[in-house]
């Protein structure tokens, strides 16, 4: 199948990093991204990252990827309460075709 | 990254009634995106609107309740028709990178049926 899946919900206090996970089924995609939507608003691109690849680091974000375990991450470092927002993973598919698949969001919220 | 200009915003609208969403990118793309995300869930791709040619419709939804138009490489409407409670969403434009390795959004258009 393809689902991609996160968890609904995270709350950390504003300067503590967060971590939101993904997993996917997909093997075949080729990139994964983190967009982030804030209320009201589209998705923003935040960072995406080649299957190839294990890390990117992108100023306070890193994405970790584990192929093996099908398994995506964004670290927000220093975590402030402009990072409140939903934060969806999504995985392209193989060339060719054009359905990206999107997780379900996780719902960020910074505490101050 | 592409600039996409979506609109209405947001509106409000009767059951029965129809809307026409505007999609107007700053540069020339190949496929546009229609996806819908319903409240609290995540983004359902509608169809892709090609240029010169009908739309390519996923499945559970179809030509009579969402018509697009593709007139050129850079403008694509969506009309939601016939509307009802259940057709309240965001509904979103998007395109792909030049090189078709991103997805990038406009900032989307939230429906309120009543």
């Known amino acids: 199948g393809e689902d991609v899946e996160q968890s609904l919900f995270l709350s950390v206090r504003e300067g503590d990093s967060s971590v939101i996970n993904c997993t996917y089924t997909d093997s075949s995609s080729t990139y994964l991204y983190w967009y982030k939507q804030e209320p009201g608003a589209g998705l923003q691109l935040l960072t995406y990252?080649?299957?190839?690849?294990d890390m990117k680091q992108d100023q306070r974000l890193t994405v970790l990827l584990n192929k093996k375990d099908k398994h995506l991450s964004l670290r927000i470092a220093d975590t402030q309460t402009g990072d409140s927002a939903i934060y969806f993973c999504a995985e392209n598919p193989p060339s060719g075709t054009y359905k990206y698949i999107f997780g379900t969001g996780t719902r960020l919220k910074v505490l101050a | 990254s592409a600039v996409i200009s979506q609109k209405p915003s947001r509106d409000i609208c009767q059951r029965g009634t129809s809307l026409t969403i505007q999609c107007q990118v700053d540069?020339?793309?190949?496929?546009m995106f229609w996806y819908r995300q319903q409240p609290g869930q995540s983004l359902t791709l509608i169809a892709t609107?090609?240029?010169?040619?009908?739309?390519?419709?996923e499945s559970g939804f179809v030509i009579d309740k969402f018509p697009i138009s593709r007139p050129n490489l850079t403008f694509s409407t969506l009309t939601v028709s016939n509307m009802s409670p259940e057709d309240s969403s965001i509904y979103l434009c998007?395109?792909?990178?030049?090189?078709?390795?991103?997805?990038?959004f406009g900032s989307g258009t939230q429906l309120s049926v009543l």
């Open positions: 998007s395109v792909e990178g030049p090189r078709g390795e991103k997805l990038f």
């Open positions: 990252i080649f299957s190839n690849m």
């Open positions: 540069s020339q793309v190949t496929m």
């Open positions: 609107a090609n240029q010169g040619s009908e739309a390519t419709y």
